[in-house]
């Protein structure tokens, strides 16, 4: 076996790919937990060899306490399928709050639940001071009575990450949705774009839709003739819910953008992912159509991983996954000082332009 060179930018999500194991595994073998077989435990330990990655143990002392919950935070992902901890901005964001809580003198704790169905052993045998929570981004919550498993979360302290349904109460860090929105449509404003439109193959998705109000409402501003291409809302929505986006659903807005008539077709489509920017730049190809030259695309996430290999560069919006993890363990170390704080607070990390080549200049 090759042991790779050290890696800081290998993150506990891509051990848990290589691996071929939920990410709450691979914590559990980092934690020494009883449940986990020798063959498991020898496949993580060889990935985390094989990708050099290096674990961020506590920095600082612990502080002096009886109590086993001192020093330990949960990270929970609930209501998506496995695949959703290793997409790109998801890894990232873990990837600071790895980095944040090793700051600060914290161990990480992880589960993922896809069917939100059982407690995660950290909570049952109250092993943490608080969580940190990856939910859905489409639907409700379901009430309490329905779900046990809720009302756990909500007896910690804890703060929501990146996505807080309507109906969702606590402290939450994201991205400003709203900024993005502003930046997209007066990027394509600057590049000499006035029909436009957003192209959303997951209706319902809140970061999505937030973003499609914040575009429309700013390209309608900048008096820009602008419209939505998307498919139909699902009939129901059950947990686990999909991480990735159907590339079918991209083929489909495809080809109903190719049937307006040229003179009332949309020159640039602000699309809310890189992973559906990639299925467009595949649905336009199949179609002998060119990014960049025979339409504009933009897009957001910043997911370098997706971006590295799209020919023309994609001009996209960096969201900051990873400061938004670290903001997210400071939002929730505060609120564990906090616990009688009534008030919920919302922390919005600012996006930024990624210019590419994917935006023709008008």
Same mark, same amino acid.
């Not at 190719?258 to 595949?282: C, G, I, N």
């Given at each position: 076996?090759?042991?790779?060179?050290?890696?800081?930018?290998?993150?506990?999500?891509?051990?848990?790919?290589?691996?071929?194991?939920?990410?709450?595994?691979?914590?559990?073998?980092?934690?020494?937990?009883?449940?986990?077989?020798?063959?498991?435990?020898?496949?993580?330990?060889?990935?985390?060899?094989?990708?050099?990655?290096?674990?961020?143990?506590?920095?600082?002392?612990?502080?002096?306490?009886?109590?086993?919950?001192?020093?330990?935070?949960?990270?929970?992902?609930?209501?998506?399928?496995?695949?959703?901890?290793?997409?790109?901005?998801?890894?990232?964001?873990?990837?600071?709050?790895?980095?944040?809580?090793?700051?600060?003198?914290?161990?990480?704790?992880?589960?993922?639940?896809?069917?939100?169905?059982?407690?995660?052993?950290?909570?049952?045998?109250?092993?943490?001071?608080?969580?940190?929570?990856?939910?859905?981004?489409?639907?409700?919550? /379901? $009430?309490?009575?329905?779900?046990? !498993?809720? #009302?756990?979360?909500?007896?910690?302290?804890?703060?929501? =990450?990146?996505? %807080?349904?309507?109906?969702?109460?606590?402290?939450?860090?994201?991205?400003?949705?709203?900024?993005?929105?502003?930046?997209?449509?007066?990027?394509?404003?600057?590049?000499?774009?006035?029909?436009?439109?957003?192209?959303?193959?997951?209706?319902?998705?809140?970061?999505?839709?937030?973003?499609?109000?914040?575009?429309?409402?700013?390209?309608?501003?900048?008096?820009?003739?602008?419209?939505?291409?998307?498919?139909?809302? /699902? $009939?129901?929505?059950?947990?686990? !819910?999909? #991480?990735?986006?159907?590339?079918?659903?991209?083929?489909? =807005?495809?080809? %109903?953008?190719?049937?307006?008539?040229?003179?009332?077709?949309?020159?640039?489509?602000?699309?809310?992912?890189?992973?559906?920017?990639?299925?467009?730049?595949?649905?336009?190809?199949?179609?002998?159509?060119?990014?960049?030259?025979?339409?504009?695309?933009?897009?957001?996430?910043?997911?370098?991983?997706?971006?590295?290999?799209?020919?023309?560069?994609?001009?996209?919006?960096?969201?900051?996954?990873?400061?938004?993890?670290?903001?997210?363990?400071?939002?929730?170390?505060?609120?564990?000082?906090?616990?009688?704080?009534?008030?919920?607070?919302?922390?919005?990390?600012?996006?930024?332009?990624?210019?590419?080549?994917?935006?023709?200049?008008?």
């Amino acid at each position: 076996m090759t042991t790779r060179k050290k890696s800081s930018r290998a993150t506990i999500a891509d051990v848990a790919r290589k691996a071929e194991v939920a990410i709450g595994t691979v914590s559990r073998v980092f934690n020494n937990h009883p449940d986990v077989n020798e063959d498991i435990r020898n496949r993580v330990n060889d990935a985390v060899n094989e990708l050099g990655y290096v674990r961020l143990r506590n920095r600082k002392r612990p502080r002096e306490s009886n109590d086993r919950r001192v020093g330990n935070i949960g990270l929970v992902f609930f209501g998506m399928e496995d695949t959703l901890v290793q997409l790109p901005i998801v890894s990232s964001a873990v990837h600071g709050i790895e980095r944040s809580l090793a700051s600060q003198g914290y161990n990480l704790m992880l589960a993922n639940i896809p069917n939100g169905d059982r407690t995660p052993h950290f909570i049952s045998d109250q092993h943490i001071e608080g969580l940190i929570l990856k939910g859905p981004n489409q639907g409700v919550l /379901p $009430s309490e009575a329905k779900r046990s !498993l809720l #009302s756990r979360f909500y007896s910690i302290p804890y703060v929501w =990450l990146m996505g %807080r349904l309507p109906n969702a109460v606590g402290d939450h860090c994201n991205y400003d949705t709203e900024e993005a929105g502003r930046l997209v449509a007066e990027h394509l404003n600057e590049k000499g774009h006035r029909r436009t439109a957003f192209l959303n193959p997951k209706p319902g998705q809140i970061q999505f839709e937030r973003m499609k109000a914040s575009f429309s409402q700013h390209s309608a501003r900048l008096g820009h003739e602008t419209s939505t291409l998307e498919v139909d809302p /699902p $009939s129901s929505i059950e947990w686990p !819910l999909p #991480s990735i986006t159907l590339q079918n659903n991209v083929d489909v =807005l495809v080809e %109903r953008w190719m049937q307006l008539p040229k003179a009332k077709r949309p020159t640039a489509l602000f699309v809310p992912s890189d992973r559906t920017a990639v299925q467009a730049y595949a649905a336009f190809a199949q179609r002998n159509l060119k990014v960049g030259e025979d339409v504009s695309i933009i897009s957001c996430n910043n997911e370098k991983p997706l971006l590295a290999n799209m020919n023309p560069t994609l001009t996209t919006i960096d969201v900051h996954a990873e400061v938004i993890g670290q903001r997210a363990v400071d939002q929730l170390i505060w609120r564990i000082s906090n616990p009688n704080q009534k008030c919920h607070f919302q922390n919005l990390v600012e996006p930024t332009l990624v210019p590419g080549n994917s935006v023709k200049q008008l």
